[in-house]
């Protein structure tokens, strides 16, 4: 695998740029590929069988593509995927997210820890396995939040009807006493400026672009695949709506990109 080869990232919607922001960020000469799998969101309602189903169509477009790297950019897809992933790609450097349950036990004062995410994380073996290893000193409030991603791909961060919903997810963690809120989510980073308007302002919120885009760069070195020269402009694709991703990018992404139809 040569150097400057791209790095393909995926989510199932613009929740994934999150983490492509933090990649960029960390790593400005490497080039990246994100597909966008808008048709169908949310992953979070969505079987297990059925994102693994996507990962893996999306994994092996990226390996078409040449990527040197994959980035599963989205909690939900990790839970149900990454272990199949890992099987089926042995040679390629491999990273996926999840909740992040470990900091944030160490930063909770009270003891006791919100984790905003969706119902397809929350209810999976992975996400009870975190628990157990990282949560056993204090008490963990999970919250799904079904409806919140969808407002979020319609490029609304904050809408009456989107601090509704969001308010109806944060009062029990704020009831039950968490003083550190993780976002696990790759959306709801988005909301960070709602939620800061919405939450005392002790209150820690947690995510993990930054520990993915670190992880990435850490196996990239170990490979000695560290892009060295000018990065390519970034590719989207997504099997949405074409003309829905291009509106709503420049309010989610920095930068210009090419966007492109995702057929598969
Ligand atoms: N962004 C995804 C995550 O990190 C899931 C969103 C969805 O439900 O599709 O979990």
Redesign the pocket.
């Given at each position: 695998m040569v150097k400057d080869a791209p790095i393909g990232v995926f989510?199932?919607?613009v929740?994934?740029l999150s983490v492509l922001d933090e990649i960029q960020r960390l790593l400005p000469h490497e080039s990246l590929l994100y597909v966008a799998d808008c048709g169908h969101?949310?992953?979070?309602?969505k079987t297990p069988e059925f994102i693994r189903e996507r990962s893996h169509l999306i994994a092996g477009f990226f390996r078409e593509q040449g990527a040197k790297a994959f980035v599963i950019?989205?909690?939900?897809?990790t839970v149900a995927a990454v272990a199949e992933l890992r099987r089926d790609f042995p040679d390629w450097p491999l990273v996926g997210?999840e909740p992040a349950v470990k900091p944030a036990a160490a930063a909770t004062r009270s003891g006791v820890v919100g984790v905003l995410?969706?119902t397809?994380?929350l209810q999976s073996a992975k996400f009870a396995a975190l628990l157990d290893r990282f949560a056993s000193d204090v008490r963990v409030v999970t919250q799904p939040c079904p409806g919140l991603?969808e407002l979020i791909e319609t490029g609304d961060l904050d809408s009456p009807a989107l601090r509704q919903l969001l308010q109806v997810y944060v009062e029990p963690l704020l009831e039950a006493g968490c003083d550190t809120i993780i976002l696990?989510?790759?959306?709801y980073p988005f909301l960070k400026p709602l939620l800061a308007q919405m939450l005392p302002p002790s209150i820690i919120l947690i995510d993990t672009g930054a520990a993915v885009a670190r992880q990435l760069q850490r196996l990239l070195a170990e490979g000695d695949l560290l892009a060295e020269g000018n990065p390519q402009a970034t590719q989207f694709w997504t099997s949405g709506d074409l003309q829905h991703l291009r509106n709503i990018l420049p309010k989610l992404w920095k930068n210009a990109g090419i966007v492109q139809k995702f057929a598969l």
């Open positions: 989510d199932s919607g929740g994934g969101i949310p992953y979070g309602e950019a989205c909690n939900t897809a997210m995410a969706t397809g994380t991603v696990g989510c790759t959306h």
